[in-house]
């Protein structure tokens, strides 16, 4: 059984860092897509930055320059760290991971979903 793990969620102030991590078991992830989306209160699910099996990325612009997003094949993991937070990145954060090398952007191309950890920047 496939399982994604988020971790590293929690409250920050304005302008700090976090480090979100995502590990998977049930079956590896090396060549496969990796993306991370979230979700405000009262607002649709958004992508935020994926990694494909080629480690290319892509980010949502209003994130670029502050979040990166890398993956350690040998620990089967994705990371998200996110510097110079702002309150309007407050939301439940999602791992995803996908059935195919490539790099995507819709949450419907993810195949594989975690549960979730929650980030809430307070200003």
């Known amino acids: 059984q496939v399982q994604l793990v988020e971790s590293g969620g929690g409250l920050v102030q304005a302008g700090g860092s976090v480090r979100l991590s995502c590990t998977a078991s049930?079956?590896?992830?090396?060549?496969?897509?990796m993306g991370w989306f979230r979700q405000a209160p009262g607002k649709e699910r958004e992508f935020v930055a994926a990694?494909?099996?080629?480690?290319?990325?892509d980010y949502v612009d209003s994130v670029k320059g502050r979040f990166t997003i890398s993956r350690d094949n040998a620990r089967n993991t994705v990371y998200l760290q996110m510097n110079r937070l702002k309150p309007e990145d407050t939301a439940v954060y999602y791992c995803?991971?996908?059935?195919?090398?490539?790099?995507?952007?819709?949450?419907?191309?993810?195949?594989?979903w975690g549960q979730g950890t929650q980030v809430t920047v307070s200003s």
């Open positions: 990694i494909a099996g080629s480690a290319t990325r």
């Open positions: 049930g079956r590896t992830f090396d060549n496969y897509g």
């Open positions: 995803a991971a996908g059935t195919s090398p490539f790099l995507r952007t819709m949450a419907s191309a993810y195949f594989y």
